[in-house]
């Protein structure tokens, strides 16, 4: 059976992958529809290769240009328009890779629709976990994680949840992991966006230097996979080749391994419970000579500690957490804050909001666009003096 796919984020690091797994294996894949944000030019290119039935971007004025070029092609914007691709008849997954929390209504909507929802984008649960996985276990949806460490879980995982000790989050380090005496405040926008192994968008990358990234991730690890904060360990591993692992109770680890390279696992998010032939290289074990692993230091990276205490509040502090983080991001990469007021700044966010349960996406809704508010406000007011 060939299994209908919309993508969501289809320009961006992920976006582009996933494309390139669908090309790879036509056979299994057809693509019904691609979502994008500004990149008209580059979304123009993948609608004349793999001819969607339906097209979304952003903002209306977008959205007529792409109707003029290609007049037979259903092209719909904003959020209704990617409300309206994953509710088309013929769609089986749903990739939701768009940055941020901008795709997760649709999210929500493929859950409730019993798509298989394979998800690149880490913040839809930090920010909404709790409510998510209540969906998705009432809806009967799968939901496969595409982030390389959260996939590797999954594989290591299969058939044997109940017996977990705990699962360790390989973390890459960034650029920064090793310079002990380096003083954060003097990080330049170029020094933070040369990540040593991945090549990812700007804010993913920034979210590596500070692992934040890895804080959203065990976050995401708990909704995902029904862990306690303590059932989470993260190490620095800077090869990235080990993509995590799991310990279970009769102390017996498993790992996944591959190479670093984001068509693996998303192949696998697709595939899954099955395996097909990629085109990735095999990992040459002799040629690695050897695999580190280094402890985290929290007081160089609260971002660490941070996550561990918006699991023990719970309630809307992950949506606090992740809202503060991507602010604080955009005001760094434009300039306008030092690299580490980004953890002062989460950290001062998550103390100053109330807390407050979720009961629906409108509560999740509320909380971002109260969060960026306050956030903004607090980085002009404080922050930029």
Not at 103 to 109: D, T
């Amino acid at each position: 059976m060939v299994m209908g796919i919309v993508l969501l984020g289809s320009t961006g690091s992920i976006g582009r992958s996933t494309l390139a797994v669908l090309r790879e294996n036509r056979e299994h894949f057809r693509l019904l529809a691609l979502a994008a944000g500004g990149n008209t030019q580059l979304l123009e290119k993948q609608i004349a290769e793999f001819t969607p039935r339906a097209v979304s971007v952003r903002g209306e004025k977008a959205a007529r240009g792409l109707r003029e070029r290609f007049p037979g092609l259903q092209v719909l914007h904003g959020a209704a328009g990617l409300d309206e691709l994953v509710s088309l008849p013929g769609c089986d997954c749903v990739v939701a890779a768009i940055n941020g929390t901008d795709g997760m209504a649709a999210a929500f909507r493929a859950i409730r629709l019993k798509r298989r929802l394979c998800l690149a984008n880490k913040e839809t649960l930090v920010a909404a976990g709790d409510f998510i996985m209540r969906e998705a276990s009432a809806s009967g949806a799968e939901i496969i994680p595409i982030d390389s460490e959260q996939s590797a879980i999954f594989q290591c995982l299969q058939g044997q949840s109940r017996h977990v000790r705990r699962v360790i989050l390989t973390a890459s380090g960034g650029p920064f992991f090793r310079e002990r005496e380096r003083d954060f405040a003097t990080i330049t926008v170029e020094q933070a966006l040369a990540h040593p192994t991945w090549s990812m968008g700007r804010k993913i990358t920034i979210d590596s230097a500070t692992l934040m990234n890895k804080a959203l991730e065990i976050i995401e690890a708990s909704h995902l996979f029904g862990l306690k904060p303590e059932q989470i360990d993260v190490v620095i591993h800077p090869q990235s080749v080990v993509h995590s692992l799991v310990e279970f109770i009769d102390s017996s680890v498993l790992a996944q391994l591959g190479v670093p390279d984001m068509r693996l696992p998303i192949l696998y998010s697709l595939t899954h419970p099955g395996r097909v032939a990629g085109s990735c290289p095999s990992l040459d074990l002799p040629a690695l000579r050897q695999l580190d692993f280094f402890s985290v230091d929290p007081r160089r990276f609260p971002s660490i500690p941070l996550a561990y205490a918006v699991l023990r509040r719970g309630g809307n502090a992950g949506a606090v957490f992740n809202t503060a983080n991507e602010v604080a991001v955009d005001y760094f990469l434009s300039g306008r804050i030092g690299f580490a007021a980004i953890f002062s700044v989460v950290e001062r966010m998550l103390e100053r909001m109330e807390s407050q349960p979720l009961m629906g996406l409108e509560d999740v809704l509320e909380t971002i666009a109260l969060t960026r508010r306050k956030t903004i406000a607090h980085i002009e007011k404080e922050v930029m003096k």
